[in-house]
């Protein structure tokens, strides 16, 4: 880390030393077999104060890389660890689906909290401990939201439709008794190696078109999944199907955000344009989906105001050391 970040080192935060370590693997200094990963040593740390401190650390790297760390190094490669997007809603929580011009129609009743929301506080680079503030600031912003709601509108509900949930019943039926040819797993590990390939620490175009073909290849393979699992108790294959499945929309959602994104912002890196666009792209992308593997993309308006006058706003700045 002395040549990426001299002054901050090992305590660089997380997308520099994430940047570091592509850079290595990139240019021919990973390790393993397929030359793929770096070595984080830490068996110099006495024992005590490992497992002390990094007790957790210790599990994961024996249970995951059978790598005792008070001996051996742990091999290790970037990889996701937070989603800055998600369902977009308001502060209050309240879920939003911008139509007929206007970024903020609230869907009535369903609100979204935490990683899985997007309420326009992270810009494209979360700030360490910030996600635990944000669940604790929005969850509880949504606990008021539905006592104000409740208070205001009552708690008497609409009839659910006739044949509600049916759906969901059986699409899962379908992907079971799938009568497919491709083991999930072989299609779970195309879609990773693509992934760590194409849409990683360093994009461009090249590699984000490259990217955007092969998952909607992957895509178009789920119809022919196999899940040898008939049982309907404790399926874990398919379990991890259905998250298989969750993950190759999000892939697609991803890869294809990222090729019409012609800048650099925060964890998204563009090597073909390097600096951060506010004039063109100072604005959130919203990704429609729909089941035969086509991405829609539009775009909403970034909340760059406070909610107080007590607090001035803070414009964009470059992470710099």
Known sequence: MERYAPSKIDLASRDVVSRSMAIEIREGRGCGPKKDHVYLELHHLPREELEKKLAGIMETARTFAGVDLTKEP????????????????????????????????????????????????????????????????FGRSCANTVIFNLNKE???????????????????????????????????????????????????????????????????????VQVHDKSRIWNQNLTETLEFRNLLVNSLLTVKSALERKESRGAHSREDFKERDDINWMKHTMAWFNESGEVDLTYREVHSWTLTNDVKPIPPQDRVY
């Not at 996701?80 to 011009?101: A, F």
């Not at 903020?104 to 979204?112: D, Q, S």
């Not at 759906?167 to 195309?190: C, F, Q, W, Y």
């Open 74 to 137: 742990i091999p290790v490669c970037p990889t996701v660890h937070y989603n800055m997007g998600g369902i977009p809603t308001l502060w209050t929580g309240e879920v939003v689906y911008p139509r007929d011009g206007d970024d903020n129609t609230i869907v009535p009743g369903l609100l979204a909290a935490g990683e899985a929301a997007c309420a326009s506080v992270h810009g494209a680079n979360r700030l360490g401990a910030n996600s635990l503030l944000d669940i604790i600031v």
């Open 154 to 224: 009552g708690t008497s509900q609409p009839e659910l439709p006739a044949r509600a949930g049916e759906e969901s019943v059986a699409t899962m039926d379908r992907i079971m008794h799938n009568n497919g040819d491709i083991p999930m797993a072989a299609l779970r590990a195309k879609m990773k190696d693509s992934m760590q390939a194409n849409a990683s620490v360093f994009r461009d175009h090249e590699c984000l078109a490259k990217g955007w073909e092969e998952i909607t290849e992957i895509y178009r393979d789920f119809k022919h």
